[in-house]
Nanobody
Framework: QVQLVESGGGLVQPGGSLRLSCAASASGNVFSISTMEWSRRTPGKARELVARIALDETTDYADSVKGRFTISRDNAKNTVYLQMNSLKPEDTAVYYC??????????????WGQGTQVTVSS
């Protein structure tokens, strides 16, 4: 019912910037797309929630990215963005977009994107 498609990953040098996008396409009995989040996973480490943005655009960030990453959303386009500045090698990971989906009738579930690789290396 909701498909998330991420884009914008790639290879960047330390100190550089990337902007990730995640576009949500909804079909069927989707009432709304609520909180949207970015998380990341590195082999051998637990998944880390990077940033979160609520429907009212309230944001929250992991301590590791505060001051460097900015999450935003365009509700008209059902798209969430992650602007990543001052990138460090430890930011290297697969980044996933996920969204809280509310269906008509009140049922909720989390939709996930396929992930996009971000590599920070010189």
């Amino acid at each position: 019912q909701v498909q998330l498609v991420e884009s914008g990953g790639g290879l960047v040098q330390p100190g550089g910037s990337l902007r990730l996008s995640c576009a949500a396409s909804a079909s069927g009995n989707v009432f709304s797309i609520s909180t949207m989040e970015w998380s990341r996973r590195t082999p051998g480490k637990a998944r880390e929630l990077v940033a979160r943005i609520a429907l009212d655009e309230t944001t929250d960030y992991a301590d590791s990215v505060k001051g460097r990453f900015t999450i935003s959303r365009d509700n008209a386009k059902n798209t969430v963005y992650l602007q990543m500045n001052s990138l460090k090698p430890e930011d290297t990971a697969v980044y996933y977009c996920h969204a809280a989906v509310v269906l008509v009738g009140g049922y909720t579930y989390t939709a996930w994107g396929q992930g996009t690789q971000v590599t920070v290396s010189s």
